[in-house]
Nanobody
Framework: QVQLVESGGGLVQPGGSLRLSCSASGRTISNAAMGWFRQAPGQEREFVAGISWNGGSTYYADSVKGRFTISRDNAKSTVYLQMDSLKPEDTGVYYC???????????WGQGTQVTVSS
């Protein structure tokens, strides 16, 4: 099983930026598609962004398209989420996972809190 650790969250004003990291250990993720998800209070966890095993393909939820960028460094077993032009509705706990398309599988990390507020 892969162990995932998300980091980089925090409090940011609307219009600001954050860069999240997802570090993997225990088993390689270099041959797996990876995704970012988020969960706002009282809401279900939702897909945010995904990336193919080699980074050649990326895909996004409509709500973040043009503002968020997913990337990966397989040598470091790390997946990133650059979040720009943040909005209050981006607030939530962000998680990463291995994915098939937009469907997560295997394990979750503990998540990292992102709060967008003035």
């Amino acid at each position: 099983q892969v162990q995932l650790v998300e980091s980089g969250g925090g409090l940011v004003q609307p219009g600001g930026s954050l860069r999240l990291s997802c570090s993997a250990s225990g088993r390689t993720i270099s041959n797996a598609a990876m995704g970012w998800f988020r969960q706002a209070p009282g809401q279900e966890r939702e897909f945010v962004a995904g990336i193919s095993w080699n980074g050649g393909s990326t895909y996004y939820a409509d709500s973040v398209k043009g503002r968020f960028t997913i990337s990966r460094d397989n040598a470091k077993s790390t997946v990133y989420l650059q979040m720009d032009s943040l909005k209050p509705e981006d607030t939530g706990v962000y998680y990463c996972s291995q994915v098939v398309g937009k469907i997560p599988y295997d394990s979750w990390g503990q998540g990292t809190q992102v709060t967008v507020s003035s």
